[in-house]
């Protein structure tokens, strides 16, 4: 008994201790940028999609194996590291970059056939009940819009993700660019010019829908304001972010999940 309770203190005590110790310098850390990642290329990179999670969502399913603890329905996870956002929280993006695609299902959405760039395969289509499109071999044609964001962790850090809007979201992807496009700016010499997408940042929470079908989580996106002089260094990664998308040099899976 005595033994146990040496031992459980001694361990408290190496785990104060190592607590207190201090972190390398980052310094120590710049003089190695990028080290073990020589061999890495956009081919070996998953960027990962920020996605609601539904009632029906195995991600808030404790007995799946991707279940993540806490999630909520109306969140919003990542699925590439799990973390979470809460829906009526949400999370801060900078957005980068907008592709729109068309993702070619079976019937009842039982697979997934091919992922189309050009709004061409729309003239092939005819509308179905549901408004939705269908092509002459039967497989449904499905309209996706895909923002590409920095997602901002609230202590100066950020990483990259993709938003997939697809069915009745498509109408918020459109607002979204309706805003972005509507901003402009005066330049000193009384110009007045569309500032970039990445000069500011938006807020992604998440709404009750519902409709005849059922209710569901959906987005809901506003400005959260410009970008300040303290942003520096995450305009420039934003603005290289979007120069490699839009260069073909980023690799991206599809978010099969999209509604």
Not at 135 to 163: C, E, M, R, W
Not at 177 to 185: H, R, T, V, W, Y
Request: glycine letters at 8%; hydrophobic letters at 35%.
């Amino acid at each position: 008994m005595n033994e146990k309770t040496t031992n459980g203190k001694a361990s408290q005590q190496v785990a104060k201790q190592e607590a207190k110790t201090p972190a390398l310098n980052i310094g120590t850390f710049v003089e190695d940028a990028a080290g073990g990642l020589e061999n890495v290329g956009a081919e070996d990179l998953a960027i990962p999609f920020l996605r609601i999670a539904q009632a029906m969502s195995p991600q808030v399913n404790e007995r799946e194996s991707v279940y993540i603890k806490d999630c909520k329905q109306g969140d919003v996870f990542n699925t590439v590291d799990d973390s979470t956002y809460k829906g009526d929280v949400g999370a801060e993006v900078i957005p980068v970059a907008y592709k729109r695609n068309y993702l070619e299902w079976l019937p009842e959405r039982k697979g997934l056939v091919a992922v189309h760039d050009s709004s061409e395969i729309l003239k092939d289509t005819t509308k179905g009940e549901r408004n939705q499109d269908f092509l002459p071999s039967g497989n449904i044609l499905q309209t996706t819009a895909n923002h590409y964001v920095l997602v901002l962790d609230g202590k100066g850090g950020f990483g990259q993700a993709i938003l997939a809007f697809a069915g009745s979201q498509l109408k918020k992807s459109r607002k979204w660019n309706s805003i972005m496009s509507g901003l402009k700016m005066t330049t000193s010499a009384g110009k007045i010019f569309t500032p970039p997408t990445y000069s500011h940042k938006y807020s992604l929470k998440t709404v009750m829908e519902q409709n005849d079908q059922g209710s569901w989580f959906g987005w809901d996106v506003t400005i959260a304001g410009q970008l300040t002089a303290e942003d520096s260094v995450v305009y420039a990664a934003a603005k290289q972010f979007a120069r490699n998308i839009n260069a073909g040099n980023v690799q991206t899976s599809t978010d099969e999940s999209v509604i």
